[in-house]
């Protein structure tokens, strides 16, 4: 069983639409819990970041964390044809070693 | 613009060769951690040095070294290169545990 399991995709959506993106993972003494946005041929960039249980919000973007379920979601609310990329989760114990999912493409079409 | 410095940006090489993969983390963070992307592995976590030492080993071949200078620099090192090494090569910098900021890449072909 993979630590971190993250479901592919596609995901394709109207521009203006809400999107769901979900991990699900293994090991519960993961602690610090990221979703990463990469766009094509580029680098992943830090989008949210949760320390243990929990919402996060910054701006069109929600982070939520289940630990009880093994379970984290992120929101995009009002999505923008530049919301499209890959997105992935990112889960730690201790900040050494990092466990990513394989990552969910999102196309959001005007 | 991360900050994160990768080099070189491509590189096509033969199998059985070696390469070097480097890496400048942003100014002032000491933590330098080392990712492969393949089309089929999704991003794989390969080593962490903090400050020059070693902090935790992911999926790395024993065919792959890395290490952490004093300039806080970081090399990684790839030898008897294989078909399956082809990928692309992420570094990643942090000043703390929750925020890594990724460099551009360096994408390795064998053949």
């Known amino acids: 069983q993979k630590e971190v399991e993250q479901d592919p995709g596609p995901l394709s959506v109207p521009e203006g639409a809400i999107v769901s993106l979900n991990c699900t993972y293994s090991n519960s003494a993961f602690q610090y819990f990221m979703w990463y946005r990469q766009y094509s041929r580029k680098g992943p960039e830090l989008l949210m970041y949760t320390y243990s249980s929990g919402n996060k919000e910054d701006g069109r973007f929600t982070a939520q964390v289940d630990k009880s379920s093994k379970y984290i979601s992120l929101f995009i609310r009002d999505s923008q044809p530049s919301d499209s990329a890959t997105y992935l989760c990112?889960?730690?114990?201790?900040?050494?070693?990092?466990?990513f999912g394989t990552g969910t493409s999102l196309t959001v079409i005007p | 613009d991360s900050g994160v410095t990768q080099t070189p940006k491509h590189l096509i090489t033969a199998t059985g060769q070696r390469v070097t993969l480097r890496c400048s983390p942003r100014?002032?963070?000491?933590?330098v951690y080392w990712y492969q992307q393949s089309l089929d592995q999704g991003l794989q976590f390969l080593i962490h040095y903090y400050n020059g030492e070693e902090r935790a080993k992911g999926n790395i071949l024993e065919r792959f070294s890395a290490q952490q200078f004093p300039d806080l620099h970081s090399e990684l090192n790839l030898s008897s290169l294989e078909l399956g090494d082809s990928a692309l090569y992420f570094c990643a910098s942090a000043g703390t545990a929750d925020t890594q900021y990724f460099g551009p890449g360096t994408r390795l072909t064998v053949l």
């Open positions: 990112a889960m730690s114990l201790t900040g050494n070693q990092f466990y």
């Open positions: 100014s002032g963070d000491l933590s």
